[in-house]
């Protein structure tokens, strides 16, 4: 590997790091948007999606150039490649955050519903496989790559749980139908940011072990 | 361009082609299995998730293989990282199928909604989109392009209505709270299978123009 390309690999891996914070943050505080009433915070989120998408600009931009520039071959063409689908994925999961907190918005002028304060526990989980799927990444660490997979069972779990909450509190107040509608999209959103950050882990299992787990796990379900 | 690269990249169009018609199929299928109560089509959808993922993997395996071997730069470069991107979205679209399919299967157990039936116009503007996008890259078809991103609002609008029916029906009888909240996902999971084809034609766009509509778009509607 050439220096200036190694050199370019480190800014890469920086402006992930940098992009997958930004997704945190904006998920924290979504969530928070929904559990503590905070219309301000979803404001904030809502604010920050922009910089969100010029990142993603950025960052494909430095692809492409490193990609023409440097030619890369094997392990360093993959990582590219991968840079490209996971910083795909960040984008993906900044929308999500940006879903949640126009859910919240709405939520606010509206009265509470007590069911919300049971994301706080799914929220915690789903940012922390945000943050983890990235480390994965930069880290080029399998481990915690596979723990964020097993991860993403827990939070269907969750998305199951909210689900039948919510629907038993529809069939006991029709009143409360449309916040609920609200909350349910809330759930679904968190889980596909799970999703998204499930894909990032299994992009750097292949990307270190060549290994295609994502069809295989498929397989395997499949087989029990 | 040499011959090879130009031969390999043929053979790249025509296996995106192939992965489209799939995917479109998939779609088709899975919404004829709600809307006409047919488990068998629900079922078929389920069997042939695997053939797409494992065309998705081909396709994939196929780009980093000719970026490899040619190292092309330029437009042929962009179209390679294009269709990685769109290869992406269309596995995502066949899950998404996969979803409708799941609940399909579910709701063909209990006794129909009426509002079922609103979703085959719905479902019919999105599998013309999933169609036109794949179209409109290899064509290389900006205007085709730029007509799905127009389409994907009236799916929005679409989705807002069938949310509003659907909630009308909780609320007015609280023993379809199940059935509704399926049908809910099933219009969700059609706006998200619009929003990937939108995406496909937003990067045939920045393929051909260089231009970046997607955020362009969004700074627009931040403006009104």
Do not use: Y
């Given at each position: 590997?050439?220096?200036?390309?190694?050199?370019?690999?480190?800014?890469?891996?920086?402006?992930?790091?940098?992009?997958?914070?930004?997704?945190?943050?904006?998920?924290?505080?979504?969530?928070?948007?929904?559990?503590?009433?905070?219309?301000?915070?979803?404001?904030?989120?809502?604010?920050?999606?922009?910089?969100?998408?010029?990142?993603?600009?950025?960052?494909?931009?430095?692809?492409?150039?490193?990609?023409?520039?440097?030619?890369?071959?094997?392990?360093?063409?993959?990582?590219?490649?991968?840079?490209?689908?996971?910083?795909?994925?960040?984008?993906?999961?900044?929308?999500?955050?940006?879903?949640?907190?126009?859910?919240?918005?709405?939520?606010?002028?509206?009265?509470?519903?007590?069911?919300?304060?049971?994301?706080?526990?799914?929220?915690?989980?789903?940012?922390?496989?945000?943050?983890?799927?990235?480390?994965?990444?930069?880290?080029?660490?399998?481990?915690?790559?596979?723990?964020v997979c097993?991860?993403d069972?827990?939070?269907?779990?969750?998305?199951?749980?909210?689900?039948?909450?919510?629907?038993?509190?529809?069939?006991?107040?029709?009143?409360?139908?449309?916040?609920?509608?609200?909350?349910?999209?809330?759930?679904?959103?968190?889980?596909?940011?799970?999703d998204?950050a499930t894909n990032?882990a299994e992009?750097?299992?292949?990307?270190?072990?060549?290994?295609?787990?994502?069809?295989?796990?498929?397989?395997?379900?499949?087989?029990?």
């Amino acid at each position: 590997m050439t220096k200036h390309l190694q050199r370019d690999l480190e800014v890469l891996k920086q402006q992930l790091l940098t992009m997958g914070g930004m997704v945190e943050q904006a998920t924290d505080l979504a969530i928070s948007a929904v559990v503590d009433r905070r219309k301000d915070l979803a404001e904030q989120v809502l604010k920050g999606d922009d910089d969100i998408d010029r990142k993603e600009l950025e960052v494909e931009d430095e692809c492409l150039k490193m990609l023409a520039l440097h030619q890369p071959v094997a392990t360093d063409l993959r990582f590219i490649i991968s840079v490209l689908k996971v910083n795909n994925d960040l984008e993906r999961m900044g929308d999500l955050a940006k879903n949640i907190a126009e859910r919240a918005a709405t939520l606010c002028d509206q009265p509470p519903l007590a069911v919300a304060k049971d994301f706080r526990r799914m929220a915690e989980r789903v940012r922390k496989m945000v943050h983890e799927c990235i480390d994965a990444l930069v880290e080029r660490d399998v481990e915690l790559a596979r723990r964020v997979c097993l991860e993403d069972r827990e939070v269907d779990e969750e998305n199951r749980r909210r689900f039948a909450e919510l629907q038993q509190t529809m069939k006991s107040d029709p009143a409360t139908v449309e916040r609920a509608v609200s909350l349910l999209s809330v759930s679904r959103h968190l889980e596909r940011i799970a999703d998204h950050a499930t894909n990032v882990a299994e992009d750097v299992v292949f990307l270190v072990d060549g290994e295609v787990i994502r069809h295989l796990r498929l397989t395997r379900a499949r087989a029990q």
